[in-house]
């Protein structure tokens, strides 16, 4: 995360994409002419971070978690119970 900050400082961060609700980022930096990407895991509040990316004018993308498929939630609370209780009915 530090040395997130300082490649911010020095305005050498092109991209951050914001993962995990915000826990960990992916920075696209360049770096002796050449584009890396670093992976940081981020403290708790990060205001201060975002303020200095703004003011780099650092391009900012928060990608959100996949919500499951209602479905196979559904299939798997009621398939568990059934197998259980077909094993028990087979026991006899």
């Not at 300082?6 to 826990?23: A, L, N, Q």
């Not at 990316?53 to 479905?71: D, M, R, S, Y």
């Amino acid at each position: 995360y530090s040395r997130l900050l300082e490649f911010v400082g020095e305005g050498s961060v092109k991209r951050v994409d914001f993962y995990d609700g915000g826990r960990t980022c992916v920075a696209v930096v360049n770096i002796g002419g050449r584009e890396q990407q670093l992976v940081a895991d981020l403290p708790g509040a990060t205001t201060s971070l975002l303020d200095q990316l703004k003011a780099k004018n650092v391009q900012i993308e928060v990608h959100t978690p996949e919500k499951p498929n209602q479905l196979f939630q559904v299939l798997g609370d009621v398939a568990f119970p059934l197998l259980i209780l077909g094993g028990l009915l087979f026991l006899r």
